[in-house]
Structures are given as C-alpha cells and as structure tokens.
C-alpha cells in the first residue's frame, strides 16, 4: 500500500497543496540522491527542484504500478541523467576537457565532522560508473529493496545484485577511515 | 559469516548512515515558483524557439544527410502521375548502343536509312 496514494491522486486532480506536501515528504531523500549521483558535479537543489517540477508535469501519467516514491526516483535518476549529460557537453564545447573528478577541496574545506563525513562517502560515490553508484545509492542510501530497483533501472534483479555487490567491493577502501572512526 | 559479507555490511552501513543533505528552506517555494513560471509561459513556451531547436534539431539534421546522399541523377528525374500515350516512334526504337552504330565510315545515307526502317536493320 503506498503511504503517498491518497496525496498523489489529490495532487493529480490539481490540489498545489496536496502537491507542496509530497515534496516536503521526499525532498530530502530527492535531494540526498541528487547530491549522491551527482558527486559534487552541480547543483544538488536545483535537480531535485527539477525532479519535482517534472513530477508535478507528469503526474496525470503515473499509473500506480510502483510506489510513487519509487516513480519519483526514477524521475531523479533521469533528470540527473540529463543534466550531466548536458553538462558534459557543455564542459567539452568550451574547455575540451573532459570533467572526470569532481574538484579537490579547497583549503577551506569544512571542518565540521558531518560534513567531512559527507564529503568522504560523496567522493567515494564519485569514483564509481553511473551503473554501480546508481545502484548502491539506491539500496544502500535510499532504502530500496531489489526489486524496486530492478523495476527503476529496467534490469534484472541479478544484475542490480551484482552491481551493488563490486560497488560495495570498490568503496570499501574509500570508506575505511569512516569504519575506524565507528561513526 | 565471511570477511566478504562483513565488508559488504560495512560499507552498506556506512553508506545508511550518511548524514542527511541539508535542505534549503525556500525549497518548496522554488518549486512552485519554477512550476508557476512554466505555466505562465504558456503560448510564449510553445514559440520558444530554442525548445523547438533543441526538439527540431534532430529531424533537420536527417533531412541534411538525406540531401546529401540523395544520388544527383534522381534529382532530374520526373514522373508523371498518371500515365500518358506515347507513340512509338523510329527514334524509340534506335538504339545506337552498338558500336557499330557509331562508325565514322556510314555514309549519312545508310543512317538515315536506318532511321526511317524504324530499326529493323538495327542489330
């Protein structure tokens, strides 16, 4: 049963405030997402404003085969899709670089304990193909099960299992400090 | 249980307990704002000309390479919709493909000859 049905519908006949409390419901996993998949590469806020305006656009066509917070990764995992693709064209028109990594810190760098914590697992995310971090995100950060991610990402269940297993694999070394720290 | 597994459910913790993104207040009033804007724009989105070049692009760009693959000698070639009578003429059934046909040595007589026998003497 989706705790979301009763708003999406009320949203989907036109209700802005029905709507307004969607968003306040899932705008910090959206945004968690966003800044997940996007590793420091733009603006985490301004995608995941996006994915609403999109999801507000299109909410005539959801059908209810999934939760609708399922529907609205799906929609994240698009508009992020897009605005790196876009992002990568523009960064190869003008500097015919191609942007690999996100930045280094700065020597600003924050040293407030969380935020270097984020900044830890964000970087480690950001060394990954799309296809490993898109899944581990998912299930390991945003809590969904394997077959919700099979449905979101189009695959079998198999590969989003082995998909999550090598990232995992992968940032295991990335994160160990983190694992030391028993935070 | 092996050290595998433990790393696996390490790192899967470790990726649980990220802290939480913080999220500016004015969110929700960006959002509605951005959905307000887009449907004031209404009729001026649809002759927004950069979404139609951005939608358009790809359908000018098949029609560029068609144009230039198009082989040059379809261009003058014609049809006509519905068919026509055509009489038959000497001319349609000359056909100097032969080289023969093209001897230097073949008195104007003998061609013209072979013109009008209507291309019975034609090989």
Redesign the interface.
């Known amino acids: 049963m989706d705790p979301d049905r009763e708003l999406v519908e009320a949203a989907a006949g036109g209700s802005?405030d029905a709507f307004?409390e969607l968003?306040?419901r899932h705008?910090?996993a959206i945004?968690?997402l966003a800044?997940?998949l996007m590793s420091g590469r733009g603006d985490?806020?301004d995608a995941?404003?996006?994915v609403?305006?999109r999801a507000?656009?299109s909410l005539r066509s959801f059908r209810g085969d999934s939760t609708f917070r399922t529907w609205l990764h799906r929609v994240a995992i698009n508009v992020v899709r897009t605005s790196q693709a876009r992002q990568g064209r523009l960064t190869k028109m003008f500097t015919g670089f191609r942007e690999d990594a996100p930045e280094p810190p700065s020597a600003e760098a924050p040293v407030d304990q969380?935020?270097a914590?984020?900044q830890v697992?964000e970087r480690a995310l950001g060394t990954l193909p799309d296809d490993l971090r898109v899944a581990?995100?998912l299930?390991?950060?945003q809590?969904l099960d394997y077959r919700e991610i099979a449905s979101l990402l189009d695959v079998p269940i198999g590969t989003v299992e082995s998909r999550i297993?090598r990232a995992?694999?992968r940032?295991?070394p990335l994160?160990a400090p983190?694992?030391r720290t028993g935070? | 249980m092996t050290e595998d597994d433990r790393?696996?459910d390490?790192?899967?913790a470790?990726?649980?307990?990220?802290?939480?993104?913080e999220?500016?207040p004015a969110?929700?009033a960006?959002?509605?704002a951005?959905?307000d804007a887009?449907d004031q724009n209404g009729w001026f989105g649809v002759l927004d000309f950069r979404a139609w070049t951005l939608r358009l692009a790809p359908i000018a760009a098949a029609i560029a390479i068609v144009a230039l693959l198009w082989p040059d000698n379809a261009i003058s070639r014609t049809s006509s919709p519905t068919p026509v009578a055509t009489v038959t003429t000497a001319a349609d059934t000359f056909t100097p493909s032969l080289e023969d046909d093209w001897q230097q040595d073949v008195s104007g007589n003998a061609l013209l000859e072979a013109a009008l026998d209507g291309g019975s003497n034609v090989r």
């Open positions: 802005r307004d968003v306040r705008q910090v945004v968690a800044r997940a985490p806020e995941a404003q996006e609403f305006v507000w656009k969380t935020l914590r984020r697992i581990v995100t299930r390991d950060m809590g297993f995992r694999q940032l295991k994160l983190l694992f935070q | 790393d696996q390490l790192v899967a470790t990726l649980a307990s990220a802290p939480p993104p999220v500016s969110f929700l960006r959002v509605n951005r959905i887009d």
